[in-house]
């Protein structure tokens, strides 16, 4: 017996524990006929309050009996949990790209700063009503210590991770390091191809990271389906809306514009479009500020990885050194300094994490912000549907930000074209390097069961059989 699967059957097989029916907690595990555990992503489950908690703690699998985590990019809902795993007896590896390794490094440490503050702040509200006390999931010390179980791979290299399991590596164009886990499974002396997308990019929605691009062919498919039901809008009308935003906000209303905004990745795409507005002498002379001191680790990272960019963008920098910057922009690494922006007179634009309005310097900005008409807040990103995103995008008109109760009186705004991920067309042209009949199997996860439900019909009109949308906890052989 090993991570709860009975290892007398025939082919290896997959059990769908993570982002299945919902879009948080990316986990999917592969158990062969040998009895190797090879968990596909390690993400957490976000959105939901202590049924979250619950939700992350309990595995559904031993982390001891885990040989290997393949993971596909660093973002929370993907790679959140590898310290909790560490900390409960998980010593395998952590196989992922080279970009993938390093922006780890940061972001798994500021997830459990996150948990330790917000922890320690809901602590004292418990003790106060008498209420026993809670630990954070993991701590900086278990996040720190987990990195010494990554190995980094260059995109597109074939990776031998021992004598029956292979790994390639190739680009998503969701965030920095995004890949495709093209793996080769050897199983009774047969090749089987199983490939994970992870979460897929735009085609042309990136102005910074390379765009996606072809991978092997795969006997199974497993893939996300965030946005299986929409279409986006095109990158030059994405940037006009956001720039008549900020004009409607700042100038006509003389009021703040906030922009939760996910650290690595939409950070960084949203600072660059206005840095190219205020290039042009088209931005209002407004103060930017960036409060995340997560996103100026992550810019750091960026910089490191040139591989993982555009050629358009690699070319501006030839002339400019410092693209996430110019004279009007202000990155706050201080708490105080965030604390001090609630005093800040005049109108102004914060951009802060987490994106989807769950934890992090943005709930602060809300709570001080949301009651007020004069200000817009901006999503740029999905929210899933448990968020407080989700609940201010949906129209409700109060809603509890650490434990308050807050009027919605500011404008509410989105911009989903700003989002990672790719809308149906594109997942669809993004399996155009695949041959249809060639997939015996193709599972959705990542993705809302309605959407999914809709989006399996889209693939079946484009030549896709044999659809899975698993539910949590199936298991299939394959």
């Known amino acids: 017996m090993t991570a709860g699967l009975n290892c007398n059957f025939k082919n290896m097989k997959i059990k769908f524990i993570g982002a299945a029916r919902e879009v948080t907690g990316s986990k999917h595990l592969i158990t062969t006929n040998s009895g190797k555990t090879i968990l596909l992503d390690c993400g957490m489950f976000q959105g939901k309050g202590l049924e ?65 503050h917000d922890t320690h702040t809901f602590n004292k509200r418990r ?7 809670v630990s954070p999931l993991y701590t900086q010390d ?39 886990a093209n793996m080769e499974i050897t199983e009774n002396g047969a090749v089987k191809r199983v490939a994970y997308t992870g979460d897929i990019g735009r085609p042309d929605g990136n102005s910074i990271i390379s765009h996606p691009e072809p991978f092997p062919q795969a006997d199974f498919l497993i893939a996300e389906s965030t946005y299986g039901n929409r279409l986006h809008a095109d990158n030059i009308a994405v940037e006009e809306e956001l720039l008549s935003i900020i004009v409607d906000t700042c100038v006509r209303k003389r009021g703040k514009l906030i922009i939760p905004a996910f650290s690595v990745g939409r950070t960084q795409e949203v600072v660059y479009a206005i840095k190219n507005f205020f290039n ?20 750091s990272v960026f910089r490191a990885h040139p591989e993982c960019c555009n050629k358009d963008f690699l070319e501006s920098m030839k002339t400019d050194h410092n693209p996430f910057g110019f004279a009007n922009l202000h990155y706050i690494t201080h708490q105080q300094d965030s604390k001090n922006l609630n005093e800040h007179k005049g109108p102004c634009i914060i951009i802060s994490a987490s994106g989807m309005m769950e934890a992090g310097r943005v709930k602060h900005h809300l709570a001080n912000n949301i009651s007020s008409p004069k200000n ?16 201010i995008l949906r129209g409700d008109r109060e809603v509890s930000i650490h434990g308050t109760v807050y009027k919605v009186k500011a404008e509410i705004r989105s911009l989903d074209s700003f989002s990672g991920h790719a809308d149906y067309n594109e997942m669809i042209q993004f399996f155009d390097c695949q041959d249809k009949a060639a997939i015996k199997k193709m599972f959705l996860v990542h993705g809302d069961y309605e959407t999914q439900i809709n989006y399996r019909e889209f693939l079946k009109k484009s030549g896709f059989k044999n659809i899975e949308i698993p539910s949590q906890g199936q298991v299939f052989e394959i």
């Open 52 to 116: 979250t908690d619950n939700a992350n703690r309990n595995l559904m699998f031993d982390p001891e009996q885990i040989d290997h985590i393949i993971l596909t990019h660093a973002h929370v809902d993907h790679a959140g949990l590898i310290p909790y795993l560490y900390k409960m007896g998980f010593r395998g590896s952590v196989i992922c790209s080279n970009a993938t390794r390093d922006l780890c490094a940061i972001m798994l440490a500021d997830c459990a700063f996150i948990q330790e």
């Open 127 to 133: 003790a106060k009503k008498g209420l026993p006390i």
């Open 142 to 180: 278990d996040a720190h210590k987990c990195m010494n179980l990554f190995i980094g791979v260059p995109n597109k290299m074939k990776f031998r991770i021992d004598e029956n399991l292979k790994v390639k590596f190739t680009n998503t164009g969701h965030m920095l390091g995004s890949g495709v």
């Open 280 to 299: 042009e002498d088209r931005l209002p002379k407004v103060d930017v500020f960036v409060d995340s001191p997560l996103a100026i680790n992550a810019t």
């Open 376 to 391: 817009t807040v901006l999503a740029v990103g999905y929210c899933a549907p448990t968020t407080l995103g989700s609940r």
